[in-house]
């Protein structure tokens, strides 16, 4: 009976996965899309991830302290709120054509999907016996890629099939007004695909306002210093903080520069080329759900060192090879991504007990890799002309999250707080 009450809840949960893997992808394409609108180069369309995963970093910390006042409900509310009216924001910032104020509506936007991850996380992690907590986890997030993939789907659609085939040399010469006519029907489509993404989460919203949710499982309210304190000292959440921090700033980094690398290998538009970054979030997809097959049979920790290797190595063969032999390397990395972040989170979490509340904040803020390390990237590539060349930082951030792999094989956790 209890189980039947609660399957509507973990049903509405595990949909925000979806949703934040939608928002997510649909980011990723606005580089290639803001480089075309706009002629910008890679470092200046990297300001988007830099925006949307600033908003991670400095919001997931004040996200965690709310939760931790009122409930993992209260802050998966807060945060469809801000998600909500980041979406509708871009109706003005289409009207404005002002990349700046694109940049606050995403901000908004990231801002709740900070909030969101915070609460939900951590919430899955609670709702069962803490030895099984990191495959639960993995098995929620399954549901991330095919919101991804439909976020791609979405983008392909409304966005980048919107985008006129002139590029930026034609761009440089061409009338003012005939180029701000083709701009604002270009940036009138990336509205379009995000105010009706707000529809959506308005529905979501009201169905988790009016569903009685399950109650919290970590209600511990004691000093928020001594959690910080004890965090602080446990060096297996410390490693994972950085670990995660490396491994988004690689995701980020891959799957932004997708669509460009595409192109220049290929020959391909920017429509044709979002096709291989959908077929890297369905290795992505699939492979999540045999991760969490595997995760009954071989440590957690051996799976994220393996394939991290992997990735490492895959990136160097996108770095200096090229043609098919790249471009299906660089699909192939995804794959081996998929069981890193709910793993990392998985394994850093273990052992916290009534502070996985504040240490899942650490965790979120961590998704900062992506903003910083792909800009980084960004500048790599401006700077050597090379997007290839690009993809070893990438390579070099997979190696530490194969290092935390390794460190993490065969230990047992320790529980610093009394739960």
Known sequence: MAERRTTIPVILVTSLFFLWGLANNMTDTLLAAFKKIMSMTDAQTSFIQLSFYGAYFLLA??????IRRHSYRSGILLGLGLFTAGALLFYPASKTMDYAHFL??????????????????????????????TRRLNIAQSFNPIGSIAGVAISKMVI?????RSGHDERAVMDSTALKQIQSAELGAVMQAYVGLAIVLVAVWLLIRFVKMPVDADTDKGNIRQAFSRLARNRNYVTGVVAQFFYVG????VWSFTIRYVMLELNLDEAQASDYYMASLVAFMAF???????????????LLAGSSVLAALLALLVSFGGGYAGVYALVAISGCMSLMFPTIYGLASEGLGSDRKIGGAGLIMAILGGAVLTYVQG???????????????????FAVVALYGLSRRAKRPVILNNE
């Open 379 to 397: 500048l790599l590539s401006d700077t050597l002309s090379s997007i290839h060349m690009s993809y070893l930082v990438p390579s070099c951030c």
């Open 288 to 302: 999540r759900f045999i991760a969490s097959w595997l995760m009954r049979y071989i440590q957690p920790a051996h």
């Open 61 to 66: 910390l004040p996200a965690a302290i709310y």
């Open 160 to 164: 980048l099939s919107a985008l006129n």
């Open 250 to 253: 690689a995701q980020i980094g």
């Open 104 to 133: 606050a509506a995403l901000f908004i936007l990231a801002g709740g999907l900070s909030i969101l991850e915070t609460a939900a996380n951590p919430y899955i992690l609670s709702l069962g016996p803490e030895h099984t907590a």
